[in-house]
């Protein structure tokens, strides 16, 4: 196999060959449009010429005789040679990887320009201004991307130049203006190079191929594949085309247009077009552009071409493509195409349109949109129509509409959140040290760092919204302000409002307004294009899938709206939040009962307040099963912390002695409290007495709960509701555990069932969270009717973190380090705890058939773990009420992407 390929002999789906700009570029000339002829030397060459130690001289020697059979066969079909003195053919190289990337090679145009061949340009185009704008144009390209001299040199000598002729317009410089400029480009390249600008045309040729190599391993290039988790092996492909030329005269130029509108998603062409300009001119700003509705004004034999072609390139690619074309005196030619990025709504949008048109079917359109767009449709926004005063933008860390005052310690933003006020945390970056601003904070924002920095981690792991790196902004915490480009400050106090999903930072307060897709799911009727195509390809998805999505929920609330989002159930209900509030009291007894006697006086206080929490569940839930998942944390979490009681224990004694002794009551009952509280204190409660192992400690507690659980069923029943619910066991590593609870548990069932003369229809279950459960899951499937994956525990358990600990601690550096591209917090860890996953289900099945199996942990709303457990075959994922929907497409997307 070769390094090198014309065009003619490629197609679009050769991207990782030839590179995204040149699979299309091949796919637009075998569909016989317009293109320049030229070739691309392969990705492959690239990983050849970057492999570690260099090339071998072999693979030297062979990519450059294959260019150069290239080259003669592009120089006999132009009927010019490169770089030729009298007639040159002249070439762009244009890098072109995979996946577009920002931070590799500039693309350089007019190579094969010297001192020589402009005489011959310009004798051949008649146009002296033109041949030397076109070299000029090539030195600083040239110079700034393949040898590296700061461009600024360059458009500080183009700007002088313009002075000198007294306008600001490019085009009033003549062709003497030109070809000084040309001479004090070559002296910038030859003071900041230390080298003449290479006149040999082959030799320009080549080093810019060799740039454009060099190129992939920028450090810029290098960050980005590591945000967008693109692999670091592709390498790029080079892209050599015969030059066309929009700086011809007023009959030509340059133009971008998208087949739809990107942002909005609306049908008809989109774009600007620029008369006499070169490559990116058109798009940087130098002079105004027309719209392509003014283009047709200008040319509309080119404007009529393209019009054919863009429905062409729609036709063929079934989808918005983004377009690059030159008009040379008049003759339209065709430079790029690829399928457009878009915004999640014009995503939704164009889907749909292109149903209605014909050009896909349903399945495509649902694979066409994903669960990230889906959830950035279903954040509050800021009103677009209200005033707002933008003062930067940075990156879009974790998604949200956040507005509060600026603070920039945590003390203050603990401190003026608990009188009640909305703070945004502004740090340079955070550390550690700042999570309880953090947590405390509604959004956070820093002027450094990227989308793995300490602040965009710790944020999106609490579902925070965070902008970071916005790099424009100066902040300075010691002083308590930032200093906004413009001059402006913002001080401590002063309102903020960011947005994760933009990444944008407006001063002042911006009106956060609802989004009309939540409205639609929570059952509103909206008249909206946007929400009816966020309905049929939801009704699709649904149709396709088969996973089933449950959510998880713990109050009535959240339970209708899980299923107003389209939950199937609960998969997990957690109990603790039963023990809080005035019910503390009530485990505090508990706890310090001396005798069973007291114990059981105080849990048949809890059980009444327990079987009304489930009763209203079951009513919100009717019909659908829910998992109920029995107290699982330490108990001490529900008593006072052990430095907080000791010192007030210490000081009521203190205040006691000074008063002559005596013992009031509430100093007894601390003192008790106390010595529980110690009794209890863990080093390491995250493996202390928690889960079954409290079940199996203090056997009352599970019973009261199975008891509260099965009573709420049964009357519910007997009112004629379909209550279901699945009873599952914490934290299960041996079958014998689960034995031993299970037995109660259905002890306590019978008596229910027998008291209140109903049937419920009830199962009882297990976590599978430990690392050696899911190696036993055969015997542990023996006694469980149903398995859930309780991925958050296992991930911590499989790696040995303690999640509140670790992210914060040194997350950003694992990133950095590659260690992982994305926290397995946040998305599940295919490999580890996946094949955890997989092997725990295969083996449950193995000893029970038709043991169901589902997940709870906050990955059942990730996509890409979504489609792990697709895959692997588990029945449901539950996640949080709000990522449901989310669920509900990826599930049929993971569905439609295997077909
Ligand atoms: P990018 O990847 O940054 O879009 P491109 O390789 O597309 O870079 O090239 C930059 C600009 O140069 C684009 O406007 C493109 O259309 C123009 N260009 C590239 N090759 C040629 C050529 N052979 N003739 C005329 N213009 C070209
Ligand atoms: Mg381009
Ligand atoms: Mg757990």
Same mark, same amino acid.
């Given at each position: 196999m070769g390094y090198v390929f014309d065009f003619?002999?490629?197609?679009?789906?050769?991207r990782d060959l030839l590179g995204g700009k040149g699979a299309n570029l091949a796919e637009m000339t075998n569909l016989g449009l317009p293109v320049p002829p030229g070739f691309t030397i392969t990705t492959e060459a690239c990983r050849a010429y970057l492999q570690e130690g260099g090339p071998e001289e072999a693979e030297t020697d062979a990519l450059a005789s294959e260019v150069s059979d290239h080259l003669s066969a592009l120089e006999e079909r132009m009927g010019r040679r490169l770089g030729d003195a009298e007639d040159p053919l002249l070439v762009s190289v244009r890098s072109g990887a995979k996946f577009s990337m920002p931070g590799m090679m500039e693309t350089v145009l007019n190579?094969? %320009?010297n001192d020589e061949s402009v005489s011959g340009l310009a004798k051949q185009s008649e146009d002296e201004r033109f041949a030397q704008d076109s070299y000029r144009r090539l030195l600083q390209m040239f110079g700034a +991307?393949? %040898?590296?001299?700061?461009s600024e040199h360059f458009s500080e000598a183009l700007d002088a130049a313009k002075k000198a002729k007294g306008t600001?317009?490019?085009?009033?410089?003549?062709a003497d203006d030109l070809r000084s400029l040309v001479e004090d480009f070559k002296g910038i390249v030859q003071e900041?190079?230390? =080298?003449?600008?290479?006149?040999?045309p082959r030799e320009q040729l080549d080093l810019a191929v060799h740039a454009v190599f060099d190129s992939w391993n920028t450090d810029r290039a290098r960050l980005y594949r590591r945000q967008e988790r693109?692999?670091?092996? %592709?390498g790029t492909a080079v892209n050599i085309q015969a030059m066309v030329f929009?700086?011809?005269?007023?009959?030509s130029g340059s133009g971008v247009a998208f +087949? =739809?509108?990107?942002?909005?998603?609306?049908?008809g062409v989109y774009g600007d077009y620029l008369q006499n300009a070169q490559g990116e001119d058109v798009v940087a700003g130098i002079r105004n552009t027309v719209s392509l509705a003014d283009f047709e004004k200008v040319d509309q034999g080119s404007y009529d071409d393209l019009m054919r072609i863009m429905t062409r390139l729609e036709r063929h690619y079934r989808d918005m493509c983004d377009i690059e074309f030159t008009v040379e005196r008049g003759k339209l030619w065709m430079l790029q195409t690829r399928v457009g990025k878009r915004t999640p709504e014009a995503a939704f949008r164009i889907a749909i349109h292109m149903v209605d048109e014909g050009l896909i079917d349903m399945d495509e359109a649902v694979l066409r949109v994903s669960g990230a767009q889906l959830a950035q449709l279903m954040f509050p926004r800021f009103d677009e129509t209200a005033d707002r005063n933008l003062i930067a933008t940075g990156m879009n860390a974790s998604p949200g509409a956040a507005v509060g005052k600026a603070v920039f310690d945590s003390d203050t933003a603990v401190a003026w959140t608990e009188r009640g006020e909305d703070v945004i945390l502004v740090r340079k970056e955070t550390n550690p040290d700042d999570l309880r601003g953090m947590v405390a904070a509604k959004g956070i924002l820093t002027s450094r760092g990227g989308k793995t920095s300490h602040a965009a981690v710790v944020a999106r792991g609490m579902g925070r919204t965070c902008v970071c790196g916005a790099e424009s902004l100066d902040v300075d915490a010691k002083r308590k302000e930032v200093r906004v480009r413009d001059g402006d400050t913002i001080q401590e106090g002063d309102v903020l409002s960011i947005d994760g999903t933009t990444g944008e930072v407006f001063a002042g307060e911006v009106p956060v307004s609802d989004s009309l897709v939540v409205r639609h799911f929570e059952g509103e009727s909206v008249d909206d294009d946007l929400v009816a195509a966020v309905g049929r390809i939801m009704a699709h998805a649904d149709g396709a899938r088969r996973l089933r999505v449950r959510a998880n929920s713990d109050t009535p609330d959240d339970s209708s709206r899980a299923r107003r989002f389209g939950?199937?159930?609960? $998969?997990l209900c957690r109990?603790?939040?039963?023990?809080? $509030?005035? =019910?503390r009291e009530l485990v505090e007894k508990l706890i310090v009962a001396e005798d069973e006697e007291s114990q059981t006086a105080a849990l048949d206080e809890l059980l009444p307040l327990q079987r009304q929490d489930f009763t209203e569940i079951f009513e919100a839930m009717d019909g659908l099963p829910v998992t109920i998942r029995l107290i699982d944390p330490p108990?001490?979490?529900?008593?006072?912390?052990l430095t907080d009681l000791s010192v007030k224990v210490a000081l009521a004694e203190a205040e006691q002695a000074d008063d002559g002794g005596g013992g009031s009551e509430e100093l007894e009952h601390d003192r008790v409290l106390l010595q529980h509280v110690r009794r209890l204190h863990e080093q390491n409660p995250m493996l202390g007495l928690r889960g079954v192992r409290l079940g199996i400690q203090i056997p009352g507690l599970f019973e009261m709960q199975a008891r509260a659980i099965l009573e709420a069923a049964a009357d519910y029943a007997a009112e004629g509701g379909r209550p279901l619910p699945e009873i599952m066991i914490p934290l299960v590593a041996s079958v014998r555990e689960l034995d031993v609870v299970k037995a109660d548990i259905l002890a306590v069932a019978d008596q229910v069932q027998a008291d209140r003369g109903v049937r419920v229809d009830f199962k009882v279950g297990t976590m599978i969270e430990l690392p050696r459960a899911a190696f036993l899951a055969d015997r542990i499937a023996a006694s469980a009717e149903f398995f859930s994956f309780g991925t958050n525990d296992l991930t911590q358990m499989a790696w040995g973190f303690s999640r509140d600990d670790v992210e914060a601690a040194f997350f950003s550096r694992y990133f950095d380090h590659g260690i992982?591209?994305?926290?397995p917090f946040e998305s599940l860890d295919q490999l580890g705890v996946g094949g955890m996953v997989e092997m725990g289900t295969t083996k449950g099945r193995e000893a029970r058939p038709d043991l169901k199996v589902g997940i709870c942990g906050e990955?059942? $709303?990730?996509p890409r773990s979504i489609h792990f457990f697709d895959a692997v075959g588990l029945d449901y994922v539950s996640c949080s009420p709000f990522r449901v929907p989310v669920a509900r497409l990826e599930a049929g997307r993971s569905v439609l992407a295997r077909r």
């Open positions: 003619a002999e490629g197609n679009k789906d050769q190579i094969g %320009l +991307t393949v %040898l590296d001299i700061d600001e317009n490019d085009l009033d410089l003549e900041y190079a230390g =080298r003449p600008f290479p006149q040999d693109i692999p670091e092996d %592709l929009g700086n011809f005269g007023m009959d +087949t =739809r509108d990107p942002a909005s998603g609306s049908q939950a199937q159930g609960i $998969g109990t603790e939040h039963m023990f809080l $509030g005035d =019910r108990l001490h979490e529900f008593l006072p912390d992982f591209d994305v926290s990955h059942g $709303g990730d």
